[in-house]
Nanobody
Framework: EAQFVESGGGSVQAGGSLRLSCAAS????????????IAWFRQASGKGREAVAG???????LYADSVKGRFTISQDNAKKTFYLQMNSLKPEDTAMYYC????????????????WGQGTQVTVSS
């Protein structure tokens, strides 16, 4: 069974940058289906889980409007690691960030993902 471990979170001032990593282990490495998605979600205190960015097995990327132009999702298949580069961070980006994998009918619906990491905290101060 696949497992994810996130890292790279921390505290940063507004306008700063962080790069989150999601290391995958186990599972089936042959995910060739077109609608397989690796995604980053975030959950701020007292709020629901929100999709941030995703990458399909085809390599196409997906972003929430709130992070377009600031965040970039990427992958290193050799290292089985996925990244979320976050630039121009804002206080409203403060949240626990999770990576997830699955075959969602709609990429930004968390119910479509069946593998989740434990999360890494990002705190952005003004």
């Amino acid at each position: 069974e696949a497992q994810f471990v996130e890292s790279g979170g921390g505290s940063v001032q507004a306008g700063g940058s962080l790069r989150l990593s999601c290391a995958a282990s186990g599972g089936n490495s042959g995910h060739a289906y077109g609608n397989y998605v690796i995604a980053w979600f975030r959950q701020a205190s007292g709020k629901g889980r929100e999709a941030v960015a995703g990458i399909r097995s085809t390599g196409s990327t997906l972003y929430a409007d709130s992070v377009k132009g600031r965040f970039t999702i990427s992958q290193d298949n050799a290292k089985k690691t996925f990244y979320l580069q976050m630039n121009s961070l804002k206080p409203e980006d403060t949240a626990m960030y999770y990576c997830a994998a699955g075959y969602p009918a709609v990429w930004d619906f968390s119910q479509g993902y069946d593998v989740w990491g434990q999360g890494t905290q990002v705190t952005v101060s003004s």
